[in-house]
């Protein structure tokens, strides 16, 4: 039998297992920030041409896995980065004394249905749209044109 070796695609980032992990535990709050990302409704995504977004405090997220998934969308009441987790309004659990505590959701659980937009996360968006389609264009991304596919009509 034959193994076939797979190139890293950077090779200045390591793919060694302990490595990825101490980089993911030891994050600065910045990278922890992006790591912490939902992916934007389908709604979204087309109202704002990006596909996903940082999760921050007063969006409004849908839980899509896991025991809540079927709950109806709520509002990030916080984001702890340190745990890596988001609390949303209405996802709690009764403690054994009848106290009410909240549910910590990893936010690549829920999907974003509702923006609280300011002005720095307008121009964030702008920005990844930006880069999204200079993307696209210098890589010749997307969906094949007409030309294209008559050309290969009669390779065989």
Known sequence: FILARVMKYNSAVTSA????????????????????????????????????????????????RGKFAKEPAGKVTSVYRRRYCIYID??????????????????SNVQITKLKLDKDRKD????????????????GKGKHSEKDVAAMADVD
């Open 17 to 64: 297992r302990r490595k990825c992990r101490k980089a993911h535990f030891s994050a600065p709050s910045s990278i922890r920030r992006k790591i912490m990302s939902a992916s934007l409704s389908k709604e979204l995504q087309k109202k704002y041409g990006i596909r996903s977004l940082p999760v921050r405090k007063e969006d409004e997220v849908q839980i899509v």
């Open 90 to 107: 209405r996802i709690v659990k009764e403690k054994a004394n009848g106290a009410q505590v909240n549910v910590p959701i990893h936010p």
């Open 124 to 139: 964030l968006i702008d920005r990844k749209k930006a880069g999204r389609q200079g993307a696209d264009k210098s890589k």
